[in-house]
């Protein structure tokens, strides 16, 4: 179609044309499946467009998505990791047990990184040294580190007693954003 030829077709026709391109993206379609789900669950219940459930499930989704900016830096270099969930879980745990044991913040939070590091030392050593698969190398951590979680707390949940100033980046506000959705947009724009 030349210039001239679209400088003569009529305003609506472009746009409805515009619809038809943007119908063919998968995204668009998954957000407009979002949006009216949102629409439908907003219809049915009075509760869920409130600031506190809108922010309570960006608190909830936000750990996740902090976790899942390492996993794109993975999955970008062909790689893949199947065990960063049980490694962060144990990581949790570890730093829970050591701050119910008494130990100062540092060591607490260092015994909870120590333990999310040797699991990339061990998925590292596995993948490059012995030359296993990354599938197989982290399903094998994967399970290596819920057995070990279901080992210590027998399935039992931990709640320890931590410091204001640590439980504040986890359970905080500012204003009414809860902390970990700010340090979520923070990781996003710095990694994007």
């Known amino acids: 179609m030349s210039n001239s030829e679209a400088t003569q077709t009529p305003p609506h026709r472009r746009f409805v044309s515009g619809l038809t391109q943007l119908h063919h993206v998968r995204e668009i379609n998954v ?15 009075p509760y869920f467009l409130t600031t506190n459930n809108l922010m309570g499930v960006f608190r909830a989704f936000s750990l ?12 970008i270099t062909g790689g893949i990791d199947l065990s960063v969930g049980s490694a962060m879980g144990l ?16 060591a607490s939070i260092g015994a909870g990184v120590g333990v999310g590091l040797a699991f990339g030392l061990a998925n590292g050593f596995l993948i490059t040294a012995i030359g296993l698969p990354p ?9 290596i580190g819920r ?25 905080g506000y500012i204003g009414p ?15 994007t």
């Not at 057995?147 to 707390?153: A, N, Q, S, V």
């Not at 954003?177 to 990694?191: G, K, R």
Request: no cysteine; hydrophobic share 65%; glycine share 8%.
């Open 31 to 45: 957000l407009l499946a979002l949006v009216l789900v949102g629409a439908l669950i907003s219809f049915a219940s």
């Open 177 to 191: 954003v809860p902390v970990p959705v700010i340090i979520m947009v923070v990781l996003m724009v710095v990694f």
């Open 64 to 75: 996740t998505a902090i976790m899942s900016i390492g996993m794109v830096m993975v999955i």
């Open 135 to 143: 599938f197989i190398a982290t399903l094998g951590t994967l399970s």
């Open 147 to 171: 057995g070990l979680m279901y080992m210590i707390t027998h399935g039992v949940p931990v709640t320890p007693d931590t410091p204001e100033f640590f439980s504040f980046f986890g359970q």
């Open 91 to 106: 990581s949790s745990l570890v730093t829970a047990l050591a701050f119910d044991a008494g130990f100062s913040m540092p």
